[in-house]
């Protein structure tokens, strides 16, 4: 996968990987506004962009990571990330992946790690 994922791409991706249902009303657009994407107002008439440079910098990913950890804390430990990652990308999870959630402190990091791994931020 070489196309990085939009916010909204990568919010809808988390919330499917933990398997969330129920969302409160108005969290997703808090969530895309903190992930620089806010619903209906995308800052240029041509709409939002769609290359990396525009999602990938050092402030957008720490806002994701950010995300992915609040995501975690409310799994609450209950998601194995290391099983999960292998549901989501089977046989292609990388190494570095792999060691980085083995090493976590918790498994609530170990999950956090999970949704923003190479493998979840890219489509």
Request: net charge positive; hydrophobic share 50%.
């Given at each position: 996968?070489?196309?990085?994922?939009?916010p909204?791409?990568?919010s809808?991706?988390?919330?499917?990987a933990?398997?969330m249902t129920?969302v409160?009303?108005?969290?997703?657009?808090g969530?895309?506004?903190?992930?620089?994407?806010p619903?209906?107002?995308?800052?240029?008439p041509?709409?939002?962009?769609d290359i990396?440079?525009?999602?990938?910098g050092?402030?957008?990913?720490?806002?994701?990571?950010e995300?992915?950890?609040r995501?975690?804390?409310?799994?609450g430990?209950?998601?194995?990330?290391?099983r999960?990652?292998?549901?989501?990308f089977?046989?292609?999870?990388?190494?570095?992946?792999t060691?980085?959630l083995?090493?976590?402190e918790?498994?609530?990091q170990?999950l956090a790690?999970l949704?923003v791994?190479?493998?979840?931020?890219?489509?």
């Amino acid at each position: 996968p070489v196309k990085f994922k939009t916010p909204w791409e990568w919010s809808i991706a988390a919330m499917r990987a933990l398997g969330m249902t129920n969302v409160q009303p108005g969290a997703i657009a808090g969530l895309l506004t903190q992930l620089g994407h806010p619903v209906w107002k995308p800052g240029q008439p041509a709409g939002y962009d769609d290359i990396a440079a525009s999602w990938a910098g050092p402030d957008a990913v720490m806002r994701r990571v950010e995300a992915a950890e609040r995501f975690a804390s409310r799994a609450g430990g209950a998601i194995d990330a290391r099983r999960l990652a292998a549901t989501l990308f089977p046989g292609s999870v990388s190494a570095a992946t792999t060691e980085a959630l083995a090493r976590a402190e918790s498994p609530g990091q170990a999950l956090a790690l999970l949704l923003v791994a190479p493998e979840s931020m890219r489509r």
